[in-house]
T-cell receptor, first 116, second 108 residues
Framework: KAGVTQTPRYLIKTRGQQVTLSCSPI?????VSWYQQTPGQGLQFLFE???????NKGNFPGRFSGRQFSNSRSEMNVSTLELGDSALYLC???????????????FGPGTRLTVL | AQRVTQPEKLLSVFKGAPVELKCNYS??????LFWYVQYSRQRLQLLLR??SRESIKGFTADLNKGETSFHLKKPFAQEEDSAMYYC??????????FGAGTILRVKS
């Protein structure tokens, strides 16, 4: 099976712009979670989507949003970019939700966003 | 708030020496804990979870509820163990709370 893919791999934006990142889960996986990874804050949960519905959300401002399509692909959007949004954004997919899915959860390579 | 603490940013050991990566947590319920590893230029991947009680790549971790700890151990470090290690706590709602991570460097 192909792994989790994320596009683009690198992005450079300026403050105030918006950005859309994409995550394609492993075939058959229906749950997609997003994480932000920064040197200062480490890995922080952004949100989780399952069956096209947001099921859980982390402590991020409303500028961070996402969606999931019927084929389970997910996008996240950040509007009005700030310098502090510079980070590696990871997505992870699993076949189902819940604790038992973690043995089958796989991460993508991430999208490196730089905000100037 | 639930928290995961990894007190060491960097742990440097010699090849063949024992390794212990520390992780402490605070959680009001019955915790579900994981260790994740990220090798250089590779993806984050699950190393082990406490419920499975497996040994993966020689690593083990025991949940100590009294000390609220989930330390990762290996009796003899190998150079290929050099990586970033994250301890994580599963929260109801399908959310992982990660510690800040510890870089393990195994010197030859």
């Amino acid at each position: 099976k192909a792994g989790v893919t994320q596009t683009p791999r690198y992005l450079i934006k300026t403050r105030g712009q918006q950005v859309t990142l994409s995550c394609s889960p492993i075939s058959g996986h229906r749950s997609v979670s997003w994480y932000q990874q920064t040197p200062g804050q480490g890995l922080q949960f952004l949100f989780e989507y399952f069956s096209e519905t947001q099921r859980n959300k982390g402590n991020f401002p409303g500028r961070f949003s996402g969606r999931q399509f019927s084929n389970s692909r997910s996008e996240m959007n950040v509007s009005t970019l700030e310098l502090g949004d510079s980070a590696l954004y990871l997505c992870a997919s699993s076949p189902v939700r819940g604790l038992m899915a973690y043995n089958e959860q796989f991460f993508g390579p991430g999208t490196r966003l730089t905000v100037l | 708030a639930q928290r995961v603490t990894q007190p060491e940013k960097l742990l440097s050991v010699f090849k063949g020496a024992p390794v212990e990566l520390k992780c402490n947590y605070s959680y009001s319920g019955s915790p579900e804990l994981f260790w994740y590893v990220q090798y250089s230029r590779q993806r984050l991947q699950l190393l082990l979870r406490h419920i499975s009680r497996e040994s993966i790549k020689g690593f083990t971790a025991d949940l100590n509820k009294g000390e609220t700890s989930f330390h990762l151990k290996k009796p003899f470090a190998q150079e290929e163990d050099s990586a970033m290690y994250y301890c994580a706590l599963w929260e109801y709602g399908n959310k992982l709370v990660f510690g800040a991570g510890t870089i393990l460097r195994v010197k030859s």
